[in-house]
């Protein structure tokens, strides 16, 4: 069984900046494209992110497109979320998670591993 485990979340200010972790216990991490979710109280799921297997390739949501980078680092077995000019709408639970698929994908139902999640919260 792949696992996923977030890190990096907590309470900041609007403007300000966080940068999420996500370490997998997985030896062939190198191989799937791996994207973030995040949830915020009383809202669905919503795609955020996604990396290519090799990170030659990126996609984000509008809502994020400019601020938030993602980007993996392969030898670690990690994938992070650079957050900048944070929202107090980006408030939520960031999800990890990694796809069947090597090339990029917004679909949920696409992703094959999720992680438990990291909160954040930004206050206005």
């Known amino acids: 069984q792949v696992s996923l485990v977030e890190s990096g979340g907590g309470l900041v200010q609007a403007g300000d900046s966080l940068r999420l972790s996500c370490a997998a216990s997985?030896?062939?991490?190198?191989?799937?494209?791996m994207g973030w979710f995040r949830q915020a109280p009383g809202k669905e799921r919503e795609f955020v992110a996604v990396?290519?297997?090799?990170?030659?390739?990126?996609y984000y949501a509008d809502s994020v497109k400019g601020r938030f980078t993602i980007s993996r680092d392969n030898a670690k077995n990690t994938v992070y979320l650079q957050m900048n000019s944070l929202k107090p709408e980006d408030t939520a639970v960031y999800y990890c998670a990694r796809a069947y698929t090597t090339g990029v994908t917004a679909t949920e139902t696409r992703y094959a591993y999720w992680g438990q999640g990291t909160q954040v919260t930004v206050s206005s």
């Open positions: 990396v290519s297997w090799n990170g030659g390739t990126t």
């Open positions: 997985e030896r062939t991490f190198s191989s799937y494209a």
